[in-house]
């Protein structure tokens, strides 16, 4: 059977299976929400709707059919134009819509997390276990959540489990690397009190890529070449940057408690360790994370309220040998101190927002001069003014001043959102500015990579990144009725959108340092990146849910298009999901699910000139709270010509298998 | 239709009986002492590839000495430059040979080894997918040699090819 014979095949399975349905309900498909709310757009609970600036919500249904273990497996099957690729040294590299992961600020419950592998936070870390939805804002936010914020936020809101108590035990196996991923989840909420504790255990031994030829085939050709005979050139050119992908473990405990001390305070603890060990051919790789807050909120009323809090998010890196001996020659720690302040007042029907924070960051690593360490304070004041001058009208002005202490830099950005609320459609304007500071290690950094005579020097004089952010969106929602079949809800985004990019830090030859070649941390001049993102969903009454997101990107001036990654100008995600209760003791949720990318814009050749995955997803809601999720992960068996580093790392079609028991509905 | 059965399963029969014969005389023969023929000292160019780049070329000298009647050791020379990374000389045990046509092959999926640097430093490697061949040519004889190395706590897997004429 043809692939596309294959996908008509199965789109008409699922197309057809409301016909086989009883009766039409919408039991498992809380993407209907109409009016769910928001925060990471304002700092500001808001409804979706009135958000200042387009938020893409990924929510808990979204997470569920994507039976995703980690935010890289979830964003990947959801956000256009998002790809993780892996970097030389198999820690993962995000691409977002040109930016690096660095020009994007991922947060957990608002707070960032220390630590980074390649170019950004450890995404292992963020399990997505205890997770009740996913807020995306795409462009520049520093003038809310400061440095990094560059070409978007992304924030994983907790889950905050109402009942009086849930239980859930789970664990999937994945033919790809034979994986496997156990978790547990507890939770109770009893007068004053409310638990959420989680833990999540994953293996996934190494996987050897496919080469074109064998390694005799190789040497049969080179030995043809050697003799001056006929051979064939394309059995020699193995374009392929990695080979095997490395086995890993990963355990992620977590825990939050919140107390209502009174109708007015609430108090709320967290803590959290992650353990992940890579392990290599020659040595291990461990990674330990520790994280605790507190925070304490008071409210007045509704919309008057004051929130303090304090952070601690601990990430080391270590080497031990395969006897268990700590080399100390790769040892890292990065440990943040963070503490928040923040104040909403109203104003009438507007409301005045004031905040401020403190960061102290500390990094010690191998990549510094051995022996030394640095710190810095990152310090910060805010205000936003939220205001509602008509029913339809909405402007909400921003502004924040930063300061970093190791050098002394110092960043004003602003945002201003006006939305404008015509009866057929929702009009949004935003202007937006972002940075990131430059971080310890690229202003101390003083790194012979891998001892091959090649440094890597840190610049103590590098300025922050500056991104300049407008965008303009129109959004469509709206509910069909009496329409027979249609009856549902639709919606619909266009955004287009350009960011001017500039000061952009990277490496450029640093000429000879000590006899070896040399890099240097610099500012470049900049890029400028045109986008649209173009969104759209039906969720029909019945139980189908189809829902499509394009986004088409192009990036100019000076374009660093680096190996770990590579700018796609379209790319498109799309999802037929199909909900429905057959019985009593069954129900069936099911979502045909696929991810295009095109052409890289580097117009490299040696790489995959696009490529398409398909996923099929079936979970089975069994008696009394068991559920059975079995899933087809590339439907139509794509393999990439060659696996350089931001090819998707896939050998073929996988399968998996879960279970997930929620005990609270079987006891 | 029993009559083409029949046939069908006489034909089947006889052929897997001269299949096997066939296969039986092959077993019946004496091991070839490949090993006898593959050693000695080859020079030639040696590539090496990291991440997808070329790292280093130049002409190196690979010894291959006897383990066995049917396996050689392999040593890969030491790379490097001073004021660089400089890897030592590399052993790979009991590489396995045969006979594919005039070619003398061995292959090795993964070997892993340790080995001490000029600091007196105890290194891990590790060798996979080696193929290694032996022709007879004009000039004598000839090999090719592809693998993949991993050393130390390098992360970047050194993409390696050498081919020489035997000393």
Redesign the interface.
């Given at each position: 059977m043809t692939d596309n014979l294959k996908l008509l095949f199965l789109a008409g399975v699922v197309l057809t299976m409301p016909v086989l349905g009883i009766s039409a309900q919408t039991a498992f498909r809380d993407s209907v929400e109409l009016n769910p709310v928001v925060v990471t757009a304002s700092h500001t609970p808001k409804a979706l709707k009135d958000a200042p600036v387009v938020t893409r919500l990924i929510t808990l249904h979204d997470i569920k059919i994507a039976d995703a273990t980690n935010i890289q497996d979830l964003l990947i099957q959801e956000i256009p134009g998002l790809e993780f690729g892996f970097a030389?040294?198999?820690e993962t590299s995000l691409n977002m819509s040109g930016f690096g992961g660095n020009a994007v600020l991922f947060l957990v419950d608002g707070d960032r997390m220390a630590g980074e592998t390649m170019d950004n936070v450890d995404y292992n870390r963020m399990s997505l276990d205890n997770v009740g939805r996913i807020e995306i804002v795409k462009g520049a936010s520093s003038a809310l959540y400061g440095s990094n914020a560059v070409g978007g936020v992304v924030n994983i809101i907790s889950r905050e489990n109402l009942e009086p108590w849930t239980a859930n035990v789970n664990s999937r196996y994945n033919t790809f690397g034979h994986e496997w991923r156990n978790g547990a989840s507890f939770s109770f909420n009893k007068a004053k009190w409310n638990s959420q504790t989680s833990f999540q255990h994953t293996n996934i031994d190494p996987v050897n890529l496919p080469?074109a030829h064998?390694?005799?085939e190789?040497?049969?050709e080179?030995?043809k070449?050697?003799?001056g005979l006929p051979y064939d050139e394309s059995v020699?050119n193995?374009?392929?940057?990695?080979?095997?992908l490395y086995g890993q473990k990963t355990y992620n405990v977590k825990e939050r408690l919140t107390w209502r001390a009174t109708d007015r305070l609430t108090l709320t603890g967290r803590g959290s360790y992650f353990f992940r060990t890579s392990e290599?051919?020659?040595?291990d790789y461990h990674f330990n994370a520790y994280s605790a807050g507190l925070k304490g909120r008071y409210a007045w009323s509704r919309d008057r309220h004051l929130e303090l809090s304090y952070a601690y998010d601990q990430y080391d890196k270590a080497?031990f040998?395969?006897n268990g001996t700590r080399?100390h020659?790769?040892d890292y720690s990065n440990r943040q101190h963070v503490a928040h302040l923040r104040y909403h007042h109203p104003l009438g029907k507007n409301s005045l927002l004031l905040g401020a924070d403190y960061m102290n960051d500390y990094l010690s690593t191998y990549q510094f001069i051995a022996g030394t360490s640095h710190a810095q304070d990152n310090i910060d004041g805010y205000a936003q003014f939220d205001w509602n001058i008509t029913p339809r009208l909405n402007v909400v002005g921003s502004v924040r001043y930063d300061y970093f202490s190791a050098s002394a830099q110092k960043a004003l950005t602003q945002r201003l959102a006006v939305v404008y609320k015509f009866p057929w459609m929702t009009f949004r304007a935003n202007y937006a500015s972002g940075f990131r500071a430059p971080t310890l290690k690229e202003m101390y950094m003083h790194f012979d990579m891998?001892?091959?005579?090649?440094m890597i020097m840190g610049n103590p004089d590098l300025e922050p990144e500056k991104s300049n952010n407008f965008n303009v969106a129109v959004e469509r929602q709206n509910r069909i009725r009496n329409s027979g079949i249609l009856d549902g809800v639709y919606s619909f985004t266009l955004m287009g959108y350009c960011n001017i990019f500039d000061k952009r830090i990277t490496t450029i030859d640093g000429g000879l340092y000590e006899?070896?070649e040399s890099a240097l941390y610099w500012n470049e001049d900049g890029v400028k990146v045109w986008g649209v993102d173009v969104s759209m969903g039906h969720y029909f009454d019945w139980g189908l849910t189809l829902k499509l997101n394009y986004s088409w990107m192009h990036e100019a001036g000076d374009v660093y298009f680096s190996?770990f990654n590579q700018p796609r100008t379209h790319s498109l995600t799309w999802r037929i999901g199909y909900g429905h209760r057959f019985a009593r003791h069954y129900a069936l949720d099911a979502a045909l699910s696929g991810r295009s990318q095109g052409k890289p814009q580097s117009g490299r050749s040696?790489v995959d000139q696009g490529y398409t995955i398909w996923r099929l997803m079936l979970q089975h809601h069994l008696w009394r709270g068991i559920h059975l999720n079995t899933a087809v992960d590339n439907l139509f068996n794509y393999k990439p010509k060659s696996y350089?580093y931001c090819s998707p790392l896939t050998t073929g079609t996988s399968f998996s298998v879960g279970v997930s028991v929620d005990l609270d509905r079987l006891l | 239709m029993k009559f083409k059965s029949l046939m069908t399963m006489t034909m089947a029969a006889a052929a897997l009986v001269f299949s096997v014969s066939s296969c039986s005389s092959d077993d019946d023969e004496p091991e070839v002492a490949v090993a006898e023929q593959a050693v000695g000292t080859y020079t030639?160019?040696e590539v090496i590839m990291v991440?997808?780049e070329e790292s280093s070329s130049g002409t190196s000298t690979y010894e291959f000495s006897k383990a066995s009647d049917t396996a050689v050791d392999m040593l890969i020379p030491s790379s490097g430059?001073a004021?660089?990374?400089v890897i030592p000389a590399l052993p790979v045990k009991n590489i396995p040979l045969s006979k594919v046509g005039n070619?003398i092959?061995g292959?090795i999926d993964s070997y892993?080894g340790k080995v001490s640097n000029a600091a007196g430093d105890e290194?891990?490697?590790?060798i996979?997918?080696?193929?290694?061949?032996f022709?007879d040519?004009p000039k004598g004889k000839?090999v090719?040699?592809?693998?993949?190395l991993?050393?130390?706590?390098?992360?970047?897997?050194m993409?390696t090819?050498f081919?020489g004429d035997r000393n």
């Amino acid at each position: 059977m043809t692939d596309n014979l294959k996908l008509l095949f199965l789109a008409g399975v699922v197309l057809t299976m409301p016909v086989l349905g009883i009766s039409a309900q919408t039991a498992f498909r809380d993407s209907v929400e109409l009016n769910p709310v928001v925060v990471t757009a304002s700092h500001t609970p808001k409804a979706l709707k009135d958000a200042p600036v387009v938020t893409r919500l990924i929510t808990l249904h979204d997470i569920k059919i994507a039976d995703a273990t980690n935010i890289q497996d979830l964003l990947i099957q959801e956000i256009p134009g998002l790809e993780f690729g892996f970097a030389m040294s198999q820690e993962t590299s995000l691409n977002m819509s040109g930016f690096g992961g660095n020009a994007v600020l991922f947060l957990v419950d608002g707070d960032r997390m220390a630590g980074e592998t390649m170019d950004n936070v450890d995404y292992n870390r963020m399990s997505l276990d205890n997770v009740g939805r996913i807020e995306i804002v795409k462009g520049a936010s520093s003038a809310l959540y400061g440095s990094n914020a560059v070409g978007g936020v992304v924030n994983i809101i907790s889950r905050e489990n109402l009942e009086p108590w849930t239980a859930n035990v789970n664990s999937r196996y994945n033919t790809f690397g034979h994986e496997w991923r156990n978790g547990a989840s507890f939770s109770f909420n009893k007068a004053k009190w409310n638990s959420q504790t989680s833990f999540q255990h994953t293996n996934i031994d190494p996987v050897n890529l496919p080469k074109a030829h064998s390694s005799e085939e190789i040497a049969f050709e080179l030995m043809k070449k050697a003799q001056g005979l006929p051979y064939d050139e394309s059995v020699l050119n193995d374009d392929s940057n990695l080979s095997r992908l490395y086995g890993q473990k990963t355990y992620n405990v977590k825990e939050r408690l919140t107390w209502r001390a009174t109708d007015r305070l609430t108090l709320t603890g967290r803590g959290s360790y992650f353990f992940r060990t890579s392990e290599r051919d020659t040595h291990d790789y461990h990674f330990n994370a520790y994280s605790a807050g507190l925070k304490g909120r008071y409210a007045w009323s509704r919309d008057r309220h004051l929130e303090l809090s304090y952070a601690y998010d601990q990430y080391d890196k270590a080497n031990f040998m395969p006897n268990g001996t700590r080399t100390h020659d790769h040892d890292y720690s990065n440990r943040q101190h963070v503490a928040h302040l923040r104040y909403h007042h109203p104003l009438g029907k507007n409301s005045l927002l004031l905040g401020a924070d403190y960061m102290n960051d500390y990094l010690s690593t191998y990549q510094f001069i051995a022996g030394t360490s640095h710190a810095q304070d990152n310090i910060d004041g805010y205000a936003q003014f939220d205001w509602n001058i008509t029913p339809r009208l909405n402007v909400v002005g921003s502004v924040r001043y930063d300061y970093f202490s190791a050098s002394a830099q110092k960043a004003l950005t602003q945002r201003l959102a006006v939305v404008y609320k015509f009866p057929w459609m929702t009009f949004r304007a935003n202007y937006a500015s972002g940075f990131r500071a430059p971080t310890l290690k690229e202003m101390y950094m003083h790194f012979d990579m891998g001892n091959m005579g090649y440094m890597i020097m840190g610049n103590p004089d590098l300025e922050p990144e500056k991104s300049n952010n407008f965008n303009v969106a129109v959004e469509r929602q709206n509910r069909i009725r009496n329409s027979g079949i249609l009856d549902g809800v639709y919606s619909f985004t266009l955004m287009g959108y350009c960011n001017i990019f500039d000061k952009r830090i990277t490496t450029i030859d640093g000429g000879l340092y000590e006899g070896m070649e040399s890099a240097l941390y610099w500012n470049e001049d900049g890029v400028k990146v045109w986008g649209v993102d173009v969104s759209m969903g039906h969720y029909f009454d019945w139980g189908l849910t189809l829902k499509l997101n394009y986004s088409w990107m192009h990036e100019a001036g000076d374009v660093y298009f680096s190996q770990f990654n590579q700018p796609r100008t379209h790319s498109l995600t799309w999802r037929i999901g199909y909900g429905h209760r057959f019985a009593r003791h069954y129900a069936l949720d099911a979502a045909l699910s696929g991810r295009s990318q095109g052409k890289p814009q580097s117009g490299r050749s040696d790489v995959d000139q696009g490529y398409t995955i398909w996923r099929l997803m079936l979970q089975h809601h069994l008696w009394r709270g068991i559920h059975l999720n079995t899933a087809v992960d590339n439907l139509f068996n794509y393999k990439p010509k060659s696996y350089y580093y931001c090819s998707p790392l896939t050998t073929g079609t996988s399968f998996s298998v879960g279970v997930s028991v929620d005990l609270d509905r079987l006891l | 239709m029993k009559f083409k059965s029949l046939m069908t399963m006489t034909m089947a029969a006889a052929a897997l009986v001269f299949s096997v014969s066939s296969c039986s005389s092959d077993d019946d023969e004496p091991e070839v002492a490949v090993a006898e023929q593959a050693v000695g000292t080859y020079t030639g160019p040696e590539v090496i590839m990291v991440m997808g780049e070329e790292s280093s070329s130049g002409t190196s000298t690979y010894e291959f000495s006897k383990a066995s009647d049917t396996a050689v050791d392999m040593l890969i020379p030491s790379s490097g430059e001073a004021g660089m990374m400089v890897i030592p000389a590399l052993p790979v045990k009991n590489i396995p040979l045969s006979k594919v046509g005039n070619s003398i092959v061995g292959k090795i999926d993964s070997y892993a080894g340790k080995v001490s640097n000029a600091a007196g430093d105890e290194k891990a490697y590790t060798i996979s997918d080696l193929a290694v061949i032996f022709e007879d040519v004009p000039k004598g004889k000839a090999v090719a040699v592809t693998f993949s190395l991993k050393y130390g706590n390098m992360p970047m897997t050194m993409e390696t090819t050498f081919t020489g004429d035997r000393n």
